[in-house]
């Protein structure tokens, strides 16, 4: 069974700085690999997909990669924003999509 | 551009009422999928489907059940509405196939509470 794990769980940073988020799953059997961001009481918004065979996605501030032998992904925010507050979840594709349990950031000002 | 829409967007039911919960796509997905979120929990598939006519069983299928009649539309119901079911159900769709065009779209929830 797949399981989905992220550290840290919640993060808190001054504003300006880079950061990066960590994501690792158990079944390299993936198919891609999603991120996304959610506001408090809000739907699921998709930032950036990366397929299985793919290293790395880019939007904007945004970079993504994804090492599927080792079975981790990192999400890399540059200079980050108060407006980045939010909830990051990423989810695996194989027969249906796993989430992980999301890593809560606080971007200061 | 309206994407996925869920309809209600809150409820409040009482145990043993029964509901149905609408998801509404507009992209000519073929998957579509029910979660519900919970604190702790995280998101926990309950049904899916692959096709119009199709569905499926999930990780938390107990006490819901899913039709999807037409392709653009999968809907959700409880038929006996229980405390356990305090929720917030998010629907999402995707094109078939594993590559780029296969991103998921979430629709914006629905808080269900069942006291």
């Known amino acids: 069974k797949q399981e989905v794990t992220q550290i840290p769980a919640a993060l808190s940073v001054p504003e300006g700085e880079n950061l990066v988020l960590n994501c690792s799953f158990t079944?390299?059997?993936?198919?891609?690999l999603q991120w996304f961001r959610q506001d408090p009481g809000k739907g699921l918004t998709s930032l950036l997909l990366?397929?299985?065979?793919?290293r790395e996605q880019t939007s904007g501030r945004l970079n993504a990669s994804l090492d599927k032998s080792s079975g981790r992904s990192t999400l890399y925010i540059a200079a980050s924003q108060p407006g980045d507050s939010a909830t990051y979840l990423c989810?695996?594709?194989?027969?249906?999509?796993?989430f992980g349990p999301g890593t809560r950031l606080s971007v200061l000002p | 551009n309206a994407g996925v829409t869920q309809t209600p967007k809150f409820r409040v039911l009482k145990t043993g009422q029964s509901m149905t919960l609408l998801c509404a796509q507009d992209?000519?997905?073929?998957?579509m999928y029910w979660y519900r979120q919970d604190p702790g929990m995280g998101l926990r598939l309950i049904h899916y489907?692959?096709?119009?006519?199709?569905?499926a069983k999930g990780e938390v299928p107990d006490g819901y059940n899913v039709s999807r009649l037409k392709k653009q539309n999968f809907l959700l119901g409880l038929e006996s509405a229980a405390p356990s079911q305090t929720s917030v159900y998010f629907c999402?769709?995707?094109?078939?196939?594993?590559?780029?065009?296969?991103?998921?779209?979430f629709g914006q929830g629905t808080r269900l509470t069942v006291v």
């Open positions: 990366i397929q299985s065979s793919q």
């Open positions: 999402a769709s995707r094109k078939n196939g594993h590559g780029m065009n296969t991103e998921a779209f």
């Open positions: 079944d390299s059997a993936i198919y891609n």
């Open positions: 989810a695996v594709l194989g027969q249906n999509f796993v």
């Open positions: 489907s692959v096709g119009e006519g199709t569905t």
């Open positions: 992209m000519n997905h073929e998957y």
